[in-house]
């Protein structure tokens, strides 16, 4: 299993609501991330989880509050985003940190998000 | 300040030509480059990983190229079909140690035409 799935494909929210994006991954991978990609833009990297800890937080507001349960689960919190936060969420996972050459990310399908 | 810039931004060729994608990066100093393949409104998926020490790559109809002194990279798609029709981004990691931190490019829009 070399997949990284999201859920759920399609979010639209008001900008009162709050929602949760999930990420699910079964490859024993250790380091966990969400990037955040705008159209016809490169992904941006938001945080990174390494052993289930947050290592990064690239000064993403506090609308944006990530959580790993556990080793392979990854969820991103939503609360009173704004219709700029509309884009595509998208979730990877990576086998080590240290290790170079095995550093590959594998990267879900994404979830659409639209703001209201 | 790290960066990777893609060339062309945009590019249209007939299917069963050949193509090439260029990639320079600023990164430094340097650990690895990939090549990913991200289809309109799905997650980049990887082609190749390449590191300081290899100059050529290939992956089917992919190869990829890497000139660690000039910084330069290239992706070569051979008798290109009408599913490679996507975006292709070029990630480069810098080597500062056991965080994961990488600089994408801008990307480069292929579309083949019948």
């Known amino acids: 299993d070399t997949e990284v799935t999201q859920t759920p494909k399609h979010l639209v929210m008001g900008m009162t609501n709050k929602k949760s994006l999930k990420c699910e991954q079964h490859m024993g991978h250790r380091a966990m991330y969400w990037y955040k990609q705008k159209a016809k833009k490169p992904p941006e990297l938001m945080f990174v989880?390494?052993?289930?800890?947050?290592?990064i937080n690239e000064s993403v507001p506090s609308r944006f509050s990530p959580e790993c349960p556990n080793s392979s689960l990854l969820n991103l919190h939503l609360h009173a985003l704004q219709p700029e936060d509309s884009a595509l969420y998208l979730c990877?996972?990576?086998?080590?940190?240290?290790?170079?050459?095995?550093?590959?990310?594998?990267f879900g399908a994404g979830t659409r998000l639209s703001v209201l | 300040k790290n960066q990777v810039e893609q060339s062309p931004q945009s590019l249209i060729i007939l299917e069963g030509k050949n193509c090439t994608l260029q990639c320079n990066y600023t990164v430094s100093p340097f650990s690895n480059l990939r090549w990913y393949k991200q289809d309109t409104g799905r997650g980049p998926v990887s082609l190749t990983i390449?590191?300081?020490?290899?100059n050529t790559k290939s992956n089917g109809r992919y190869t990829a190229t890497l000139d660690a002194d000039t910084k330069q990279s290239s992706l070569h798609i051979t008798a290109s079909q009408l599913s490679d029709s996507a975006s292709y981004i070029c990630v480069v990691r810098g080597n500062s140690g056991g965080y994961q931190k990488v600089t994408f490019g801008t990307g480069t829009k292929l579309q083949v035409i019948p």
């Open positions: 990877a996972s990576s086998p080590y940190q240290g290790s170079i050459a095995k550093n590959i990310q594998y």
């Open positions: 390449m590191t300081f020490s290899e």
């Open positions: 989880y390494s052993y289930e800890k947050l290592s």
